[in-house]
């Protein structure tokens, strides 16, 4: 029962399902990416990608002196939610590269 309570809780803020949404859409972004395309502060962004690493939902991996966040690879428990998302992919703004390194060395 607490497994549901923590899923419902992780889906009940549009900035993480935004947030789960770019990262359907264009795969492993870094903090910087997410805050600029979503026009939200550093520390909120990542307390939301904690909150959503701590529940399996997302990983990280350091690329030199970058953190990339993407959706996990089993990601069965989420399917439902995952596929409500898909379908809002097209309302997403358009990504915002935070610098020309980022992507250069990471995508």
């Known amino acids: ?7 419902a809780k992780l889906f009940s803020d549009e900035n ?3 947030i789960v949404a770019l990262l359907m859409k264009y795969g492993s972004l870094c903090v910087c990416e997410i805050c600029d395309t979503l026009r939200l502060s550093q520390p909120l962004v990542s307390r939301h990608l904690r909150q959503m690493k ?6 990280s991996e350091r690329r030199g002196k970058w953190m990339l966040y993407a959706l996990a690879e089993e990601n069965e428990r989420f399917a439902c939610w995952l ?25």
């Open 16 to 18: 993480r399902i935004k």
């Open 54 to 59: 701590e529940a399996g939902l997302i990983v």
């Open 83 to 107: 596929d409500a998302v898909r379908a809002h992919l097209s309302e997403l703004p358009p990504l915002v590269a935070c610098s020309r390194y980022c992507r250069e060395t990471n995508g």
């Open 1 to 7: 029962m607490q497994r549901l309570v923590t899923l």
